[in-house]
Nanobody, 126 residues
Framework: QVQLMESGGGSVQAGGSLRLSCTAS??????????MTWFRQTPGKEREGVAH????????FYADSVKGRFTMSQDNAKNTVYLQMNSLKPEDSGIYYC?????????????????WGQGTQVTVSS
């Protein structure tokens, strides 16, 4: 079973940047060719998939709301994926979760993942 540890959240003003990290670990866990996704959740809303990567090839996909501002990347040597968030807006605020253990479905649907990090808070003030 994979364990996920996120870091990098914080508080910034609108227009600022943050980088989130998510490190995967687990006995015998192979980082390559895994579908990993960053989700965010805000009060009153469903958890939203914002960025997705296929580790190894590095193919990425983004929600329309973050395209051009967020970039997801990987460091295979560190079993870590990143989410670089630029030009942040107040509506980007929320708890960001890293997800892995993809079981099928659409990448942005949270029911498709079996492993979750503890979440990291991002707050963007206007």
């Amino acid at each position: 079973q994979v364990q996920l540890m996120e870091s990098g959240g914080g508080s910034v003003q609108a227009g600022g940047s943050l980088r989130l990290s998510c490190t995967a670990s687990g006995y015998g866990y192979r980082f390559s060719n895994k579908w990993m996704t960053w989700f965010r959740q805000t009060p009153g809303k469903e958890r939203e998939g914002v960025a997705h990567i296929v580790t190894g090839p590095g193919s990425t996909f983004y929600a329309d709301s973050v395209k051009g501002r967020f970039t997801m990347s990987q460091d295979n040597a560190k079993n870590t994926v990143y989410l670089q968030m630029n030009s942040l807006k107040p509506e980007d605020s929320g708890i960001y979760y890293c997800a892995a253990g993809f079981r099928g479905g659409r990448w942005y649907e949270d029911q498709g993942y079996s492993a979750w990090g503890q979440g990291t808070q991002v707050t963007v003030s206007s």
